[in-house]
């Protein structure tokens, strides 16, 4: 079963059914896990959603199981698509280019499994915002059997764009964006797939916030967070996974993210605000110059991670040359 999703010229979509919540979910050898998810789903307290997949080639029973939940809960709400085999973030992309417009939308993990409130607590908050906004929680996390382990990570410093420029903080597993934002993610989706971004959930977060919408994290956990060895992204809560994401701050890999999300913003800078191109612009440049100076210049824009000791390893990371951008890399969007 592979469809092609609802579009604004498709006249099976009400195009003024702005209650709905399109979920987004990016599948790829999947089947171990992926029905207790989709059961999740189906039992959404909120009753407006709709359900489209992109396999990226599974190989084992995860479009079966897809294509027996559409069977049972309508082909018309459940949307199979095929993947562009590029790996998870361009498979959310590529999701974000075909989902219907004017919609909410809700990233999805394929092994997850979310509290019945999940989507109706997201809507609920998202519903007293006028403009865009960008909803995100913390979880509960499991090993792989649903046991509980913890609860993820609470927030206590502002979710800003001078954060969103150094540090991932709204989870994709739990974001939820309102029209107005889905349309910003939408304009955005081409930059970033271009610049073959790392991580879909860090640039939404850059770019939501850079464009001055609302960033609303819930204290409340709203899904279990599967962790296993197949998982694309691992808890981050312990002492030793933060020293290891603290670690890589000094790892090539990471001044090659924050490069690629450069260009990425700088090709949506007319999504952003005045001041916000304004920081972006210094960032960039403070980049561009030898190690101590970078760091001298970001702290003096006010960038920073959610802890001190976060902030300080950003820093000694700049002051070492780890996140040192050639020009060409990040060369300002005429």
Same mark, same amino acid.
């Given at each position: 079963?592979?469809q092609t999703?609802?579009?604004?010229?498709?006249?099976d979509v #009400?195009?003024d059914?702005?209650?709905?919540?399109?979920?987004?979910m990016?599948s &790829?050898?999947?089947?171990? &896990?992926?029905?207790? !998810?989709l059961n999740?789903?189906a039992?959404q307290a909120y009753?407006?959603? #709709?359900?489209?997949?992109?396999?990226?080639?599974?190989?084992d029973?995860?479009?079966r199981?897809?294509?027996n939940?559409?069977?049972t809960?309508?082909h018309r709400?459940i949307?199979?698509?095929d993947?562009?085999? !590029?790996?998870?973030? !361009?498979?959310?992309?590529?999701l974000?280019? %075909?989902a219907?417009r004017?919609? %909410?939308?809700?990233?999805?993990? !394929?092994?997850?499994?979310?509290?019945?409130?999940?989507?109706?607590?997201? /809507?609920?908050k998202?519903?007293?915002?006028?403009?865009p906004?960008?909803?995100?929680?913390r979880?509960t996390i499991?090993?792989e059997?649903?046991?509980?382990?913890?609860?993820?990570?609470h927030f206590s *410093?502002?979710?800003?764009?001078?954060?969103?420029?150094?540090q991932a903080?709204m989870?994709?597993?739990t974001s939820?964006?309102?029209?107005?934002?889905?349309?910003?993610?939408?304009?955005?989706v081409?930059?970033a797939?271009?610049a073959?971004?790392?991580?879909h959930?860090?640039?939404? &977060?850059q770019?939501?916030?850079?464009?001055?919408?609302?960033?609303?994290?819930?204290? =409340?956990p /709203?899904?279990?967070?599967r962790? =296993?060895? %197949?998982?694309?992204m691992g808890r981050n809560d312990t002492?030793s996974a %933060?020293?290891?994401?603290l670690g890589?701050?000094f790892?090539?890999?990471?001044?090659?993210?924050?490069?690629a999300n450069?260009?990425?913003l700088?090709a949506? *800078?007319?999504l952003?605000?005045?001041?916000?191109?304004r920081?972006?612009?210094?960032?960039?440049a403070?980049?561009?110059?030898k190690?101590? /100076?970078?760091?001298q *210049?970001?702290y003096?824009l006010?960038?920073? *991670?959610q802890?001190?000791?976060g902030?300080?390893a950003l820093?000694?990371?700049t002051?070492?040359?780890r996140?040192?951008q050639?020009f060409?890399a990040? #060369?300002r969007?005429?």
């Open positions: 079963m592979t999703p609802p579009s604004a010229s498709n006249p #009400r195009t059914d702005r209650r709905e919540v399109q979920i987004l990016a &790829y050898q999947g089947a171990r &896990y992926i029905q207790e !998810q999740s789903i039992t009753p407006h959603w #709709r359900l489209f997949v992109s396999d990226d080639g599974s190989q029973d995860t479009r199981l897809i294509a939940f559409a069977d809960h309508g709400r949307h199979l698509i993947g562009p085999r !590029q790996g998870a973030t !361009q498979n959310f992309l590529h974000i280019r %075909m219907p004017d919609r %909410m939308l809700a990233f999805c993990d !394929q092994d997850d499994v979310w509290h019945p409130e999940k989507i109706e607590r997201a /809507v609920s998202l519903a007293r915002i006028s403009g906004a960008h909803y995100a929680a979880t499991t090993d059997n649903l046991e509980p382990v913890a609860q993820s990570r *410093r502002p979710l800003t764009f001078r954060n969103a420029l150094v903080c989870a994709g597993n939820v964006f309102n029209p107005a934002a889905a349309a910003l993610l939408k304009a955005g081409e930059a797939s271009s073959d971004i790392q991580s959930d860090w640039w939404a &977060y770019l939501t916030s850079g464009a001055g919408a609302k960033i609303i994290h819930d204290h =409340h /709203v899904l279990l967070y962790q =296993h060895g %197949m998982a694309e002492t %933060m020293a290891k994401r890589q701050l790892a090539g890999d990471f001044g090659k993210w924050v490069a450069h260009t990425a700088n949506s *800078r007319t952003l605000t005045e001041d916000n191109r920081i972006l612009d210094l960032t960039i403070a980049l561009r110059c190690g101590p /100076v970078a760091a *210049r970001l003096h006010g960038l920073y *991670r802890t001190r000791a902030t300080a820093m000694a990371a002051a070492t040359g996140l040192r050639p060409s990040s #060369r969007s005429r």
